[in-house]
């Protein structure tokens, strides 16, 4: 059964910084491409930053850009995603969500999802 | 960027009803690249269709998806009790990957 399970959501001031973590098991995880999806609270989801197999690239949602940083260890099986500068309108659930290719040139939609876990950011 | 519009906002109806959902995409979705996905209170999405009309794993032939181009549908045939939830739907053929701001469907 492939499970995710997002850790290291907490309350943090306006400009301090967060580490997420999300652990995976019951799949190959260096098989997969994965991202971060977030959810504020009562409103739909956005996407927020995904990498590939080897870590070689990621991409980001324009708001999180220079401020966000995500990255993978295969040996742990882990997915992280290092936040700084953090504002008010990063306050989220935030899931860590595998991503599933299709097609020739591989588009990716979000296979499963981790349960998530809550950042606020407010004084 | 594009940008994803679901309609209605809420649907209000009955066990054993039809729904029938809309998602209309701001520019077309290259090779249908659109995925559905069911979200419970407390609970995380759930994908249930991908590739626009491609049933996930596990997920009842009830949920259908069709559409291309600009204009997508999720069908629910008869309403089961565990399907009353909030339905989004997502493009995944440009980036940035964009949700439309989903569709409550609720008990009448």
């Known amino acids: 059964e492939v499970q995710l399970v997002e850790s290291g959501g907490d309350l943090v001031q306006p400009g301090g910084s967060l580490r997420l973590s999300c652990a995976a098991s019951?799949?190959?995880?260096?098989?997969?491409?994965m991202s971060w999806v977030r959810q504020a609270p009562g409103k739909g989801l956005e996407w927020v930053a995904n990498?590939?197999?080897?870590?070689?690239?990621?991409y980001y949602v324009d708001s999180v850009k220079g401020r966000f940083t995500i990255s993978r260890d295969n040996a742990k099986n882990s997915l992280y995603l290092q936040m700084n500068s953090l504002r008010a309108e990063d306050t989220a659930l935030y899931y860590c969500?595998?991503?599933?290719?299709?097609?020739?040139?591989?588009?990716?939609?979000?296979?499963?999802w981790g349960q998530g876990t809550l950042v606020t950011v407010s004084s | 960027e594009i940008v994803l519009t679901q309609s209605p906002g809420t649907l209000s109806l009955s066990p054993g009803e039809r729904a029938t959902l809309s998602c209309r995409a701001s520019?077309?979705?290259?090779?249908?690249?659109l995925a559905w996905y069911q979200q419970k209170p407390g609970q995380a999405p759930r994908l249930l269709i991908y590739?626009?009309?491609s049933r996930a794993t596990g997920i009842p032939d009830r949920f259908s998806g069709s559409g291309s181009g600009t204009d997508f549908t999720l069908t629910i045939s008869r309403l089961e009790p565990e399907d009353f939830a909030v339905y989004y739907c997502?493009?995944?053929?440009?980036?940035?990957?964009?949700f439309g701001p989903g569709t409550k469907v609720n008990l009448k």
């Open positions: 969500a595998r991503d599933r290719g299709m097609g020739v040139i591989k588009k990716y939609y979000f296979d499963q």
């Open positions: 019951g799949f190959t995880f260096s098989d997969y491409c």
């Open positions: 990498i590939k197999q080897d870590g070689g690239e990621k």
């Open positions: 520019q077309s979705v290259s090779s249908s690249y």
């Open positions: 590739g626009a009309s």
């Open positions: 997502q493009q995944y053929g440009s980036s940035p990957r964009t």
